[in-house]
């Protein structure tokens, strides 16, 4: 299955560059990933950000017509379901026997555009907490690995 992650954020600094490196080093072939960052419309235009938003989001749309027509959306959103890494790794799993990809939209500083919640297959919550957005990118890609590590029965992931 491929895992695909959509990020609208500016350049990163190094800490989240190495710790997005040093997870995506350890999926293997039966469970890869992609990372795709987009860059977020700028805020000192002056527009509304509803506005912004919506520019944002004809701009995903666009590019995942092109990469990943066919992959289910799981958008991240705090209002989204609030589930264990227990219950990822199902969704996960259940996925691979219909799904061949999977796409993760984490948004902009500002959030994501309604009409993209609308679109999505799925709303997931990583925290009930404000998360700096490279911190979630990267607390996503290392859920998806300790998911997949369940899946896989690897060592990784311990329950208790």
């Known amino acids: 299955m491929k895992l695909t992650i959509y990020s609208f954020s500016n350049k990163q600094p190094d800490w ?11 999926f293997t072939k039966d469970f890869s990933v992609e990372l795709i960052d987009l860059k977020p419309e700028s805020r000192k235009t002056g527009k ?4 912004l938003l919506k520019q944002e989001a004809e701009r995903f749309i666009s590019t ?24 990822l790794a199902q969704f996960l799993f259940q996925k691979t026997q219909d799904a061949p990809q999977i796409a993760f939209l984490i948004g902009s ?6 009409s993209l919640k609308q679109k999505a ?9 404000t998360l700096p957005h490279g911190l979630a990118k990267i607390l996503l890609i ?17 329950e208790g």
């Not at 989240?16 to 350890?26: C, F, H, P």
């Not at 290392?142 to 311990?158: C, D, G, K, M």
Request: net charge neutral; hydrophobic share 35%.
């Open 109 to 114: 500083a500002d959030g994501i555009d309604s």
């Open 142 to 158: 290392e859920q998806l690995y300790r998911a997949v590590s369940q899946i896989n029965n690897t060592p990784y992931h311990r």
């Open 121 to 129: 297959d799925l709303l997931l919550r990583l925290s009930s907490m």
């Open 16 to 26: 989240v560059i190495s710790g997005t490196n040093d997870y995506l080093k350890r």
């Open 48 to 51: 509304a950000i509803e506005a």
């Open 64 to 87: 995942f017509q092109k990469r990943t027509p066919k992959a289910l959306l799981v958008v991240l959103d705090e209002k989204g379901q609030n589930w264990t890494t227990t219950e």
